[in-house]
């Protein structure tokens, strides 16, 4: 998988982690789309909703397959700090932040292989999503979710 999907997968991801995908949320990844190369080439809508489709039908396993996909990646320092990037911004992105959001995030980091010493260095003002208080053996939901399609176009 293609780096830029896999950032546009955790995009999805955190702004499903949790049990919702907020317009305001959706509305960044269009954002991101239009404005930047962070996507490459993908087709950003249609993604989404394999994403969609994928997360309602497999649920919790949906979300354990893209941390063990972060895992088993070899990224740089400069991609991991990106994800990280994209996971804290999708999660502030609707303005309430959920401890069930900072739990997968969290969980998010211990599959990464970045050090907090160097997060820290690039995003100083965000040491509280580092701080230890779960085990990240944990998982976020307790039964699954079911998502509706997502139309960027309907975003303004």
Not at 1 to 16: N, R
Not at 47 to 55: G, R
Not at 83 to 91: G, K, L, P, Q, Y
Request: aromatic residues 10%; glycine residues 4%.
């Amino acid at each position: 998988m293609k780096t830029s999907e896999i950032y546009l997968l955790t995009a999805f991801v955190c702004s499903a982690c949790d049990g919702d995908i907020a317009p305001k949320e959706i509305a960044l990844v269009k954002d991101w789309s239009e404005k930047s190369n962070l996507f490459g080439d993908i087709d950003v809508e249609a993604k989404l909703n394999d994403y969609v489709e994928s997360i309602n039908k497999y649920g919790n396993r949906f979300i354990k397959e893209f941390l063990m996909l972060l895992g088993t990646n070899d990224f740089s320092d400069e991609e991991q700090l990106e994800i990280i990037r994209i996971a804290i911004d999708m999660i502030e992105a609707d303005g309430l932040i959920l401890y069930s959001e900072v739990k997968f995030f969290k969980k998010l980091c211990s599959c990464l292989r970045i050090s907090d010493d160097v997060i820290l260095n690039v995003l100083p003002d965000k040491e509280d999503y580092l701080l230890p208080d779960i085990k990240t053996s944990d998982f976020i939901f307790d039964e699954d979710i079911k998502f509706a399609e997502i139309n960027l176009k309907a975003i303004k």
